[in-house]
């Protein structure tokens, strides 16, 4: 009963802007076959960036079958495959850090969670995008990064991203 208390308690903690948003769906792939159960998956899903338009990344993360990830028990591994791209003119919503979240999800029931924060290498005018998973204790130096060099689209002048940092 406490621990589901204390994991309510931190899932009201962890609720942010990163949470506004649910990722699209892609497809997913079998990589296991369980004759009884769930099989294990890879799931390609999309999502665009909150905060800077015109920016959609990719990612795949493993989904763990057999009665415990099907009853969405299983802790999921930490290998996550990153993809972002300019999808269109690329327009600020909103002055950032660098190292902000721009998209957060859990990766099991209690304590683990996958990230995407972004940044800003100013001198090229690139985004960068690194996908990681952490826990409460300790986390996974498992990751992915993603650039999306920021260009002009149609007849619209490309914006530098230094101009969205906050000092």
């Given at each position: 009963?406490?621990r589901l208390l204390v994991a309510a ?159």
């Open positions: 009963m406490i308690v931190l899932a009201g903690l962890s609720l942010t802007p990163a949470f506004a948003q649910s990722p699209d769906l892609i497809f997913k792939k079998s990589t296991v076959f369980r004759l009884l159960t769930w099989d294990d998956k890879l799931a390609t899903y999309a999502i665009d960036d909150p905060d800077i338009e015109g920016v959609a990344c990719h990612y795949t993360v493993p989904e763990k079958g057999g009665v415990a990830g099907g009853l969405g028990l299983a802790e999921e591994v930490s290998d996550i495959s990153l993809a972002c791209r300019q999808v269109g003119p690329i327009k600020f919503k909103v002055k950032s850090e660098q190292g902000e979240v721009m998209f957060r999800q859990s990766r099991s029931l209690l304590f683990k969670r996958m990230q995407i924060v972004r940044g800003c290498d100013a001198k090229r005018n690139v985004l960068v995008y690194l996908v990681y998973s952490d826990r409460l204790i300790d986390g996974s130096p498992k990751n992915s990064t993603s650039t999306v060099p920021i260009m002009p689209w149609g007849q619209a002048e490309a914006p530098r991203c230094g101009d969205w940092i906050k000092d």
